[in-house]
């Protein structure tokens, strides 16, 4: 089992930035691919981001190319995203989650957090 909590929510004016970390705990934090998803008020959920157990490999949803970064240290057993000239439709509860493959491009994720909430502003 892995246990994910996310933090790092909270309330940005347009434009601004936001941090959001997500600790593991539970199995080896290491081999797991790791991304992160959000869903938007009576929307689905939807693919944000995601990082290769090894850190090698990166895919991001068209919508947060070149303003999101995702990164992972796995000695702190954390992943983060950092969000950057953020947008009002960037508003939704950000989910981490984890995959027993060591590569999960855009889905397939074995364990979920609980999510943060993260308003922006316009």
């Known amino acids: 089992q892995v246990q994910l909590v996310e933090s790092g929510g909270g309330l940005v004016q347009a434009g601004g930035s936001l941090r959001l970390s997500c600790l593991a705990s539970g199995r080896t934090f290491s081999v797991y691919a790791m991304g992160w998803f959000r869903q938007a008020p009576g929307k689905e959920r939807e693919f944000v981001a995601a990082k290769s157990w090894s850190g090698t490999s990166t895919n991001y949803a068209d919508s947060v190319k070149g303003r999101f970064t995702i990164s992972r240290d796995n000695a702190k057993n954390t992943v983060y995203l950092q969000m950057n000239s953020l947008k009002p439709e960037d508003t939704a509860v950000y989910y981490c989650?984890?995959?027993?493959?060591?590569?999960?491009?855009?889905?397939?994720?074995?364990?979920w957090g609980k999510g943060t909430l993260v308003t922006v502003s316009s």
């Open positions: 989650a984890a995959s027993l493959r060591r590569w999960a491009p855009s889905g397939g994720m074995d364990y």
